[in-house]
């Protein structure tokens, strides 16, 4: 089955740096792939949808320039936290959607940030 | 370490009949169990979640769960399917450390 990649898996950064997360699908070109935050014990709020070689689409209370998102290409898409502050630790997935009905979600194995 | 097994790629039901979605987890860790749903050209949504108390966990739409600890199981069930329950089913498990891994999921199909 399709493959996403999500990299880094683990990262530790200071405050008030910034931190990119990438997401590849492997074998598939994505069209549309989403960002999702884990908190603690409850379910995963969608943060925004990106579509490739245009602007993100955010969901409300996500801040867009807190969260920076960019799909350049058909195969990757980044999010970048940035100036990062400890609140902003948190568990991140992204997901792609796999041709050729585009309905099938794939899961990237999630990016943990901590910030200190 | 964490992992969730769906058996059964596709699932097929007569509308009315009973929906059986099998869910295995492994969890080094007391786990956090959700099952999501996402319908045609939608995000996902929950449909419920078990983290402590009641190993029956009652969701939205008629949908409810059983955390077996022995089993390792978290199956959703729905006594009586309806044709707006067509979508593809993601169970995740969520361990320590707030990583969550989900399934590969299950899409439903029901028949009239």
């Known amino acids: 089955g399709a493959v996403v990649s999500q990299h880094p898996s683990w990262v530790i950064c200071k405050s008030g740096t910034s931190v990119k997360i990438e997401c590849r699908s492997l074998?598939?070109?994505?069209?549309?792939m989403f960002w999702y935050r884990q908190f603690p014990k409850q379910s995963l709020m969608l943060m925004a949808t990106?579509?490739?070689?245009?602007?993100?689409?955010?969901e409300q209370g996500v801040e867009k320039d807190k969260f920076l998102i960019n799909h350049a290409s058909l195969t990757l898409s980044t999010l970048t936290v940035t100036s990062a502050h400890p609140e902003d630790s948190s568990f991140y997935i992204c997901s792609a959607r796999a041709p050729p009905t585009n309905e099938k979600l794939f899961f990237g194995s999630g990016t943990q940030l901590s910030v200190l | 370490a964490q992992s969730v097994t769906q058996l059964g790629s596709h699932v097929s039901v007569s509308e009315g009949a009973l929906v059986l979605l099998r869910c295995n987890y492994s969890?080094?860790?007391?786990?956090?169990l959700f099952w999501y749903v996402q319908y045609p050209n939608q995000g996902l949504q929950l449909l419920l979640k078990?983290?402590?108390?009641?190993?029956l966990v009652k969701g939205i739409n008629g949908f409810e769960a059983e955390f077996k600890k022995s089993e390792t199981s978290f199956h959703l069930t729905k006594p009586s399917a309806h044709m707006s329950d067509a979508a593809e089913y993601f169970c995740?498990?969520?361990?320590?450390?707030?990583?969550?891994?989900f399934g590969t999921g299950t899409k439903l199909q029901v028949i009239p």
């Open positions: 074998d598939f070109q994505a069209t549309t």
């Open positions: 990106s579509n490739e070689g245009s602007k993100a689409t955010y």
């Open positions: 995740a498990v969520s361990g320590g450390y707030q990583k969550v891994t």
């Open positions: 078990y983290t402590t108390g009641a190993t």
């Open positions: 969890s080094s860790v007391p786990p956090y």
